[in-house]
């Protein structure tokens, strides 16, 4: 399904200013640079449970248009201030990375530390609105 407006999305992949956070589970082979949000040190298989960091080029942004749009909770899309996507990619990558880790773990009611998936639709107002 197309946006009813003009889709700035293009322009942003071009410019190397758009990224995506989405589940492992749409990420298999889909051939984009991606790197997991959740690092387990004792754990490996909760990689598969991870969200990833995805660098979306015009390539990776017609796989996601085509393979995960129709899905309502695929992920979200993230996009750097012009400022910061003409930097080094490698670095705008890392940089955006770095700081996506210290959203990955919130405190429950009894004090647990707990990983957070709040990239998803549904949870991100939510989790926006209380950080304000």
């Known amino acids: 399904m197309q946006p009813p407006y003009n889709d700035p999305l293009p322009s942003w992949s071009l410019a190397g200013r758009l990224y995506a956070v989405v589940d492992t589970s749409d990420l298999a082979n889909a051939g984009h640079r991606a790197e997991p ?14 969200p990833y960091l995805v660098e979306v080029d015009p390539a990776a942004l017609s796989w996601l248009k085509t393979a995960l749009w129709p899905n309502d909770d695929w992920g979200l899309f993230l996009v ?53």
């Open 37 to 50: 949000l959740y690092r387990p040190r004792s754990n490996l298989a909760a990689l598969t449970d991870s």
């Open 80 to 132: 750097l201030p012009e400022r910061q996507g003409s930097s080094r990619p490698d670095e705008a990558f890392r940089a955006l990375h770095r700081h996506l880790l210290t959203f990955l773990q919130v405190l429950s009611p009894t004090g647990d530390l707990w990983l957070f998936r709040g990239h998803g639709p549904r949870l991100v107002p939510a989790f926006l609105g209380a950080r304000a």
